[in-house]
C-alpha cells in the first residue's frame, strides 16, 4: 500500500449502514397547519385530544395494526359448516383494534350528538391524524358519519337508530341493532350499469302491507362494509328511485336477505371488504318520501366527499412524513440527502402542496360545522367548495405519493417501507363518491342552479385581495371565466376541469395568504397561480424560502 491509499472499510456482510431508523413511534399531530386550523375554525378545544390522538397513531402498535390489517385480508364466508347461508366477513384483529380506537375518539358520528362548536372540525382534524393508520377502516365510520342528516328525513327511524350511530362504542358482530351498545351503517347505491349515474338503478322496491315497509329485489355493484348493521339503498318504488334503510338483522332476530356475491379484488384499500350484495325479498324501510331518493341522500354526499378530502390529505401528509423521515439519515454524495439543494426543493414543493391541502380541508369542515348549524352563507359556501375540494386535492393525492415515494428510492418500492400501500390507496378518493368528472359537473350544476354558491365562493376569494398580485391576478381571471361560460354551456362543459382546478386554486391560495407563513404563500403564489413552476415536484421558483417552509412542514418528531 502506497502513502496516498486509503484503507477500504471493512464491514461483515450482513452489517447495516446508511439506513434510517424504524420511524415510529411518531406524532401524526405534529402538523402546524393542522393545528393552526383546528384553532381558526373553532375547535381549538379539541387540540389536547387531537394530540394525545396523534401520538397513538404513530406508535409502533397502531402502525403495526395498520400493516397486519392490510396484509390480512378480510375472507367472506358464504354459508356456515352446515351450509346455512350466513354472508359474514371474517376481517384480522387488528381490523378491530383500528375501530375500536376510531370510533372511541369520535371518528364515526359522534359530532352528530355533540352540540359544541367545532364538533365536526375536530372530527375531522381527527381524521387527519388517524389516517396516518390503515386507510381502509375509513370507510365504514365515514358512511356511518353520513347516514345521519339522511336518516333525518325519516324521524320515527332516526329517533331509533341515532342514537346507536353516534355512539362511541364499537360493537361488532350480526345482532338486532337495537340491541347493540353502538352501530354502523354502510351505503348500496351504484349499480353495474350505471355507477354514478343512480338514477339508473334496477332494483325494485315493492310495498307492502304494512305502512313504509318494502320489499327489495336487485343487485348493488359496490357496496363497502357489508358487515356494518344497516344500510341505505336507492331503489326504485312506484313513485320513482327512493331511499331504503334495510337492516342486516331484522327486529325479531332473523336475518335479512343479503347474499354477498363476492368481495372486490381492489388494487389498494384492501383491508376493507368491498361487496356485491343481491337483494331477494329484502325488507326494507322508506327513508323520505317516495321518488325523493336522490334528495335524502344529497346531504350524505357532503359529507362522504369531504372525508374523501381528508382521507387524500392524511395520505399526502403522512408520505411527506416517511419521505421526511428518509432523507433525515439517509446519505449519498457525501452528504444527508435532507442537506442537498436539490432534494430540500422536492420536499419543499410537497410541504407546500401538503399545507394547501390540510388547509383547505379544515376550512371545508368550518364550513360544514357552521352549516349544520344553520348558517345560510356556509351553506352555500360549502355546497359549492366540498366539490371543489373533493376534485383537486384527491386528484393531487397520486403525483404527490409517487414522488414522496421516489424520495426513497428503492427502498420506498419495497413492501416493508409502506410506501406502495400508500401509493395504491392514493387514487381511491378520486374515484369514490364521483369521479373528477362527476365532481367539475357537479359545480356546473351548483353554478347554474344556486346562483348563491358562485358569490360565496367569490366573497371568501375576497377575503385576501390585495395581499398578493398574483393571486388577485387568477381571482380576476376565475370571474372573467365564470361569467363567460355562464353563457355557453357546452363551452362550460368542455372547460370545466379547468375551471374547477383555477376554483380551487384561488380557494387554497387565498386561503394561504391569509393564514400560512410568508415563506408558504409566496411559494405556493408563485408557483401555483403565477406560473414560475415547471411539471414535477421540486421546481420551485429561485428564491423560494425552502428552509422557513421545511422546518414548518417537517419539525423534529413528526
Given amino acids: 500500500m502506497t502513502a496516498t491509499q486509503q484503507p477500504v472499510p471493512q464491514y461483515a456482510t450482513h452489517e447495516v449502514a446508511n439506513q434510517p431508523p424504524p420511524h415510529s413511534p411518531y406524532d401524526a399531530s405534529a402538523d402546524a397547519a393542522l393545528l393552526e386550523g383546528l384553532r381558526r375554525e373553532e375547535a381549538g378545544w379539541a387540540e389536547q385530544d387531537i394530540r394525545r390522538f396523534g401520538e397513538l397513531a404513530g406508535s409502533e402498535e397502531a402502525q403495526l395494526w395498520a400493516e397486519q390489517a392490510n396484509t390480512n385480508e378480510p375472507v367472506l364466508r358464504t354459508v356456515d359448516r352446515y351450509g346455512n347461508r350466513v354472508d359474514e366477513v371474517d376481517f384480522h384483529p387488528a381490523w378491530h383494534h383500528l375501530m375500536r380506537v376510531a370510533i372511541a375518539e369520535g371518528g364515526a358520528a359522534a359530532p352528530w350528538a355533540d352540540g359544541r362548536p367545532g364538533a365536526h372540525v375536530a372530527r375531522f ?78 332494483t325494485v322496491a315493492t310495498p307492502t302491507s304494512e305502512d313504509g315497509v318494502y320489499t327489495l329485489r336487485g343487485h348493488k355493484w359496490f357496496t363497502s362494509a ?131 391541502a390540510t388547509t383547505l380541508g379544515l376550512r371545508l369542515a368550518g364550513a360544514a360545522d357552521r352549516a349544520i348549524r344553520g348558517d345560510e352563507g356556509e351553506q352555500a359556501f360549502r355546497r359549492i367548495a366540498t366539490a371543489i375540494g373533493k376534485y383537486w386535492v384527491t386528484k393531487r393525492a397520486p403525483a404527490f405519493t409517487a414522488e414522496a415515494l421516489e424520495c426513497l428510492g428503492g427502498n420506498g418500492y419495497v413492501e416493508e417501507s409502506g410506501m406502495p400501500r400508500l401509493y395504491r390507496e392514493a387514487p381511491l378518493n378520486s374515484i369514490w363518491e364521483g369521479s373528477g368528472n362527476v365532481n367539475a359537473l357537479d359545480v356546473l350544476r351548483a353554478l347554474a342552479k344556486e346562483p348563491g354558491t358562485a358569490q360565496a365562493l367569490m366573497t371568501e376569494l375576497s377575503l385576501a385581495h390585495g395581499a398578493d398580485s398574483r393571486l388577485d391576478a387568477a381571482v380576476t381571471r376565475l370571474g372573467t371565466d365564470l361569467a363567460a361560460l355562464a353563457a355557453d354551456p357546452d363551452r362550460a362543459q368542455r372547460q370545466a376541469r379547468r375551471m374547477v382546478e383555477l376554483m380551487a386554486l384561488t380557494l387554497q391560495g387565498s386561503l394561504l395568504v391569509r393564514h400560512a407563513p410568508a415563506a408558504v404563500a409566496d411559494a405556493f403564489c408563485a408557483s401555483r397561480l403565477g406560473g414560475d413552476w415547471g411539471h414535477a415536484f421540486g421546481t420551485l421558483p429561485e428564491g423560494t424560502d425552502i428552509t422557513g417552509i421545511l422546518e414548518r412542514a417537517l419539525p423534529e418528531g413528526s
Wanted: hydrophobic share 40%; charged share 20%; proline share 6%.
Fill in 226 to 356: 357489508p358487515t356494518c348493521d344497516l344500510f341505505l339503498v336507492l331503489a326504485q318504488a312506484p313513485g320513482g328511485l327512493s331511499c331504503f334503510l334495510v337492516p342486516r338483522i331484522l327486529p325479531d332476530g332473523t336475518r335479512n336477505t343479503f347474499r354477498i356475491t363476492r368481495l372486490k379484488d381492489k388494487l389498494g384499500n384492501r383491508s376493507n371488504a368491498s361487496s356485491e350484495p343481491e337483494f331477494d325479498g329484502t325488507v326494507a324501510w322508506l327513508v323520505g318520501p317516495e321518488g325523493r331518493g336522490v334528495k335524502t341522500i344529497i346531504e350524505m354526499v357532503n359529507c362522504t366527499r369531504l372525508d374523501c378530502v381528508a382521507g387524500s390529505s392524511a395520505t399526502i401528509r403522512k408520505s411527506l412524513v416517511e419521505a421526511g423521515h428518509h432523507v433525515r439519515y439517509r446519505s449519498a454524495f457525501g452528504a444527508k440527502l435532507i442537506d442537498q439543494p436539490l432534494m430540500r426543493g422536492v420536499l419543499a414543493d410537497l410541504a407546500v402542496e401538503s399545507e394547501a
Fill in 125 to 202: 382534524a381527527g381524521s387527519l391524524v388517524w389516517g396516518h393508520t390503515e386507510a381502509g377502516h375509513g370507510c365504514p365510520l365515514s358512511m356511518t358519519y353520513a347516514v345521519i342528516p339522511a336518516l333525518r328525513h325519516q324521524p320515527d327511524l332516526a329517533a331509533v337508530y341515532e342514537p346507536l350511530l353516534t355512539s362511541r362504542v364499537y360493537d361488532p358482530g350480526l345482532r338486532i341493532p337495537t340491541t347493540k351498545r353502538g352501530i354502523l351503517a354502510g351505503m348500496g347505491m351504484t349499480e353495474k350499469q350505471g355507477g354514478s349515474d343512480v338514477r339508473t338503478n334496477s
